[in-house]
């Protein structure tokens, strides 16, 4: 790991201790300050927050003093990993002290080694808890997976629930920008292991060397596997795994172990992945990802399909992001007017519901110096607008200018009604009710017009 950058705060009343840790730590790229009591501790915190803090459980002439520092430091920043140090030390010592909220616990004389990887995996530690914090309270922390109407915002829910009950390791076939993460998230949360971490891994790097080092960890440092422990991990784009680390994988859902050179690590993690069915059929047909890890990773399967195939959900998509837009964009909310809905609506939306969340944001953006509270169709990106524009182009009168009334009437209703089910995503309740027709006259009507033959166009009852 790369420790430049990251901060250490030393806290022992022996200036020669203090030197001796701040010396080693800072020719190891740490930026180091001290303290030799508790008042200079909390100075130096008030300057900057440390990544870290090495304790002296004995302090002047108080043999607890050090326990007390410590818990007034969890009181201000209950992540700060507090590592203590002591030259009494014993079993019973340790227990205490980490039973009280210590990160670990070191004897004095220090082992150069033990007190490096200590606090390296202290660092590792501290920037994984301020990542899950992160994605708890914004994009993770949400359920945008089960806004909607159609039947599988109906029943994504339970499905969540059967399958985090399971603790089984699950596959999830997602198109790009369907959050499936936000999908695994929901899952841990609602499993028994909510309390431990859940660790994100995106398989598609362009350095694998790096990349196992980080997933897996080194003889001196934890992977993200490890710190996953008792928790979820969620690796995303599976399908991108280099050979090698599949192998590891396999034998880590085989054996619940592995080894980093002489290291040894055990780790009780349930995996979730994810990838799109296209590029994980195509992995396995190439050589290029095992056919039994795979089967070893789907015990249960979720599959999100993608917008163009639940058009009735893009609308309430839409209004969830408009309706929370001060917690995800920082911005009041607004309202989009029916013709901008329209626009909206007929799009394809290629990047799914995280295309969805940036149009959002910067319609919100654009609109942000009116006064109203509707926002038209100017505000939104120009591919949306365009690509609107083409599709309604059919619609023009010009190709009903040389025709007789009654076939130029019947090719508009033909073309029109084709639009608004496909808009809807062939739900014929929503169609009728949004054209103003009972829906067994708009199903005369389509059969009139030999519409419901169309293998793109379902009837939903």
Known sequence: MNSENHSVLIVDDDPEVRKLMADVLADEGYMTSVASNEQEA???????????????????????????????IKKINDEIPVIIISGHGTIDA???VIQNGAFDFIEKPF????????????????????????LKNNRLHSEIFAVGVSPFACSIRSTIEKIAAS??????????????????????????????????????????????????????????????NGGTIFLEE?????????????????????????????????VICSATGENMRAAIENDLFSLELFYRLKISEIIIPALKN???DIIPIIDYYLSKSERFFGLPSKKF???????????????????????????????????????????LPPELTNSTKDKFNSLNIAKFITLPLKEAKENFEYDYLQAQVERFSGNISQTANFIGMERSALHRKMKALHLENRSKIKKIK
């Open 111 to 134: 082992v150069i080694d033990r007190l490096l990887i200590t606090c390296q995996r202290a660092i590792e530690m501290y920037k994984l808890k301020r990542e899950n914090l992160y």
């Open 337 to 379: 007017t029916e013709n901008a809905l329209v626009i909206l609506q007929s799009y394809s939306w290629p990047g799914n519901i995280h295309q969805i969340k940036n149009v959002v944001e910067s319609s919100l953006i654009n609109a942000r110096d009116s006064d109203g509270i509707y926002m038209d169709e100017g505000v």
């Open 238 to 270: 599976i399908n991108k795994l280099p050979k090698e680390l599949q192998r590891r994988l396999l034998s880590f859902l085989l054996e619940e172990k592995y080894f980093c050179g002489n290291r040894s690590v055990y780790s009780d993690t349930r």
């Open 167 to 228: 603790n089984s390791r699950v596959f999830i076939d997602s198109p790009a920008g369907m959050e499936a993460d936000v999908v695994a998230y929901n899952i841990h949360k609602k499993s028994t292991r909510k309390e431990y971490n859940f660790v994100y891994v995106n398989c598609n790097s362009d350095n694998p060397e790096n990349f196992a080092n980080d997933l897996l960890g080194t003889e001196k440092s934890y992977g993200r596997l490890e710190r996953a």
């Open 310 to 312: 639940r058009k009735e």
């Open 94 to 96: 340790a227990v205490h």
């Open 42 to 72: 909390f100075a130096q915190m008030k300057k900057h927050v440390p990544d870290v803090v090495f304790l002296d459980l004995w302090i002047g002439e108080e043999e607890s003093a050090g326990i007390k520092i410590l818990g007034k």
